[in-house]
C-alpha cells in the first residue's frame, strides 16, 4: 500500500461514479484532485495502520472520527459543480482517495464502482479524491484522460454520515464487506427505505482483479534513481545524463535493467533513442508498467518477450498474443497475466519508438 496521505488543499475532478464519467445530473460520484501539499484536512483522521487500529464489529454504532472539511481549495472539478459539505448534508458520503496509476488502487476500483451503482439510489455520494504521486498524475488532461476511461492513493476510503460526521475509515485494499456493511448502516441511520443487506455485486476488470498473493514474489519497483532498487545495468545509472546501458549477464529474482540509450531522472527513464528496453526478473501472476509517451498526442509501439518468447496466453490486456502494444497515454498497462504456472520468469519490454518515459512496475 503506498502511504500518502490526503491532502490538505484538492482539485475536485468528478461526478457520476468518481471514475467513470457519469453524467452531472447523476450526482453520485465527485473526484478531488489533491494538489502536493502533504498536510491532512482539519477533521481527517492520520492514515493508522490498519493493523493496529481496534477492530469495529460491523453490527456496532460507529464513532464519530471528525468532520468532512470542506472541498474550498480545490482548483477543478470535473463531471460535477463544485460541491460543499453543508450542500451533502442528509447524503452519506464515501471519499475514496486515488491516483490513476496506482496498482492498490484500482484493485478497489470495482467495490467503489458497484457501491455507487447499488447505493446511490438510497442517498450515497462517493467523492473521488486525487492525490498524484508521480509529475505525470498532475496534469490535468492525463487526469481527465482516467476519469473517462475508468482507469484509476494510494487507496483509502472515508465514510462520512447525513450529519457530515467521519464515521469509518480504511487505508489499503481489503476490509470490503466489513466497509459496504457500514455504507448500509450509516444510509439506514439516514433514513434511507428498503437499503438491501445483501453484498454489491462487483466485476472486476483486467489489472482491477484481486492479487494472486499466494504466488506474489514481487513488490512494485520504481524505475527514477530516487526510489529504485535492484537496478542491475554495468556502471549503475547515471543521474540525468544520457547514457548508453546494457544488460547484466544475468538477473537475480527483483533485479532489473535497461539496455539502450536512457536518461534515467528521479522519477522515470526517458528513452533517447529507438530500440530501448527494459528487463525484469519476476516472480507474480501479473506485470504491469506505468509509462506513457513524453509528449502528448505522440505514441511509441512496443513489444514484450516472458523468457524470451511472445507471452501466448500469458498477455495481458495492453498486449496482443505476440507480445505487440502501443503506448500513448500516460497509465498504468498490463503487460502480463500468467494463467498458471507462476515461476521466476525474465520480460523485457522493447520500444520500437523514441520518447516514452517509463515510471514504475507494479505486480499481482
Known amino acids: 500500500m503506498r502511504t500518502n496521505p490526503l491532502t490538505a488543499a484538492a482539485v475536485v475532478i468528478g461526478g457520476g461514479i468518481a471514475l467513470q464519467a457519469v453524467s452531472a445530473s447523476a450526482q453520485t460520484a465527485t473526484d478531488v484532485q489533491g494538489p502536493t501539499a502533504r498536510t491532512l484536512p482539519a477533521g481527517v483522521p492520520a492514515p493508522v495502520p490498519r493493523a493496529v487500529l481496534p477492530m469495529t464489529p460491523p453490527t456496532a454504532r460507529l464513532p464519530v472520527e471528525g468532520t468532512l472539511p470542506s472541498l474550498s481549495g480545490a482548483t477543478t472539478w470535473l463531471n460535477s459543480p463544485p460541491l460543499t459539505p453543508e450542500g451533502l448534508r442528509g447524503k452519506v458520503v464515501l ?4 491516483t490513476y496509476t496506482c496498482i492498490n488502487w484500482l484493485r ?7 457501491w455507487a451503482a447499488k447505493y446511490k ?4 455520494v462517493v467523492i473521488g479524491v486525487h492525490s498524484p504521486e508521480f509529475e505525470v498524475e498532475k496534469d490535468l488532461e492525463n487526469v481527465r484522460r482516467a476519469v473517462k476511461f475508468s482507469n484509476e492513493y494510494w487507496p483509502a476510503l472515508y465514510l462520512v454520515d447525513a450529519k457530515g ?14 466497509t459496504e456493511k457500514f455504507i448500509q448502516q450509516l444510509l439506514i441511520e439516514a433514513g434511507a427505505i428498503g437499503v438491501s443487506r445483501e453484498y454489491a455485486k462487483v466485476e472486476a476488470r483486467g489489472p482491477e482483479v484481486a492479487a494472486d498473493w499466494s504466488s506474489l514474489k514481487s513488490g512494485e519497483n520504481y524505475i527514477g534513481y530516487a526510489r529504485t532498487e535492484n537496478f542491475a545495468s554495468p556502471g549503475g545509472a547515471a543521474r540525468d545524463k544520457a547514457r548508453v546501458y546494457s544488460n547484466p549477464s544475468r538477473l537475480r529474482l527483483n533485479q532489473w535493467a535497461l539496455s539502450g540509450n536512457w536518461t534515467v531522472g528521479p522519477q522515470a527513464a526517458v528513452l533517447n533513442r529507438p530500440n530501448g528496453r527494459a528487463t525484469y526478473l519476476f516472480h507474480a501472476r501479473d506485470l504491469h508498467l506505468v509509462m506513457g509517451p513524453v509528449a502528448r498526442g505522440k505514441s511509441s509501439r512496443f513489444r514484450i518477450l516472458i523468457d524470451g518468447q511472445p507471452p501466448g496466453p500469458a498477455h495481458g490486456t495492453d498486449v496482443d498474443a505476440e507480445g505487440n502494444g502501443t503506448v500513448s497515454d500516460q497509465r498504468l ?15 523485457q519490454i522493447e520500444f520500437l519508438e523514441a520518447d516514452v518515459q517509463v515510471l514504475a512496475f507494479t505486480f499481482s
Open 95 to 98: 471519499v475514496d482517495v486515488w
Open 121 to 124: 439510489d438510497h442517498g450515497l
Open 165 to 178: 460526521h467521519i464515521r469509518y475509515h480504511q487505508f489499503g485494499e481489503g476490509e470490503y464487506e466489513r
Open 333 to 347: 498497462y498490463q503487460l502480463v497475466r500468467q494463467p498458471k504456472g507462476v515461476e521466476d520468469r525474465e520480460f
Open 108 to 114: 478497489t476500483l470495482p467495490y467503489v464502482r458497484a
